[in-house]
Structure formats: structure tokens, C-alpha cells
């Protein structure tokens, strides 16, 4: 399946479709519909099945700003975020088992760490 570089750049209400290796242009209403718009040109233009084609959008520009690269942004501190995440999940067990285990009561225990009792003995029982 061969690969075709894509760009991508508001323009009014559509998207406007640049396919570069086939000096091709069309355009789409929604994001959603970059990727199939992209591909069927190409599939049409060089007469080969929609099967064999697929796209790599490289920015998508909705005036100076690379859209594309925001969201990639965003998706990249998301998944920072989830990890961080874990590891405070992971540092609030340890927490607890090292406190329970040193006979201090699940509502202080509940109290340092701002959690409630409750939650205390439900980490402290598995």
C-alpha cells in the first residue's frame, strides 16, 4: 500500500485538501473527512483501488497555526498526565500500606494523605 503526504488548510467553511505527489486538490466540510476525501483523490486521479492508498496528514493550518501539531501538543501532556497520574496512585498505596502497617488509625491515615477513612481500608485491604 503506498503512503501519500497530505496538508491540510482552512479555508472559509472547508478544509481544503492538498495531495502534493499527484498535484491534487479537493476539499472536505469536516475533519473527520480529511482522510477519506484524500484518499478517494488519489484512488480517482491515479486509477488504483482505495484499498492500495493511504494518507499521512502532515499539518492541517487553519490560519498561521498548525492545527495538527496543537493537537498532537495536547495529546502528548495527556498522556503525561495519565502517567503522572499513575505514579501518584501507586505512591498513595505505598503510602497507605506503610501507614497502616505502622498501626496508624485509617481516619488519620485519612486525614494526611486527603483521602477519606473509607478509602484507607479499601487500599489497605488488597
Given at each position: 500500500m503506498k503512503e501519500?503526504e497530505?496538508?491540510v ?5 472547508w478544509?481544503?485538501i492538498?495531495v ?5 486538490l479537493?476539499?472536505a ?22 484499498s ?5 496528514i ?7 497555526i ?13 498522556a503525561s498526565?495519565?502517567s503522572a ?8 498505596r505505598d503510602?497507605v500500606?506503610?501507614l497502616?502497617?505502622?498501626?496508624a ?12 477513612h473509607?478509602?484507607?481500608s479499601?487500599i489497605?485491604?488488597?
Amino acid at each position: 500500500m503506498k503512503e501519500y503526504e497530505v496538508t491540510v488548510t482552512r479555508d472559509g467553511r472547508w478544509w481544503m485538501i492538498e495531495v502534493p505527489e499527484i498535484d491534487g486538490l479537493t476539499q472536505a466540510r469536516r475533519v473527520g473527512e480529511i482522510e477519506d476525501q484524500a484518499r478517494s483523490l488519489i484512488a480517482v486521479t491515479l486509477d488504483v483501488p482505495l484499498s492500495e492508498v493511504a494518507v499521512v496528514i502532515r499539518s492541517v493550518l487553519v490560519g498561521d497555526i498548525d492545527a495538527l501539531a496543537l493537537a498532537r501538543e495536547v495529546e502528548q501532556r495527556r498522556a503525561s498526565a495519565a502517567s503522572a497520574e499513575q505514579q501518584a496512585a501507586a505512591a498513595l498505596r505505598d503510602a497507605v500500606s506503610q501507614l497502616v502497617a505502622r498501626d496508624a488509625a485509617t481516619r488519620d491515615v485519612g486525614e494526611l494523605l486527603g483521602i477519606s477513612h473509607q478509602r484507607v481500608s479499601q487500599i489497605a485491604s488488597r
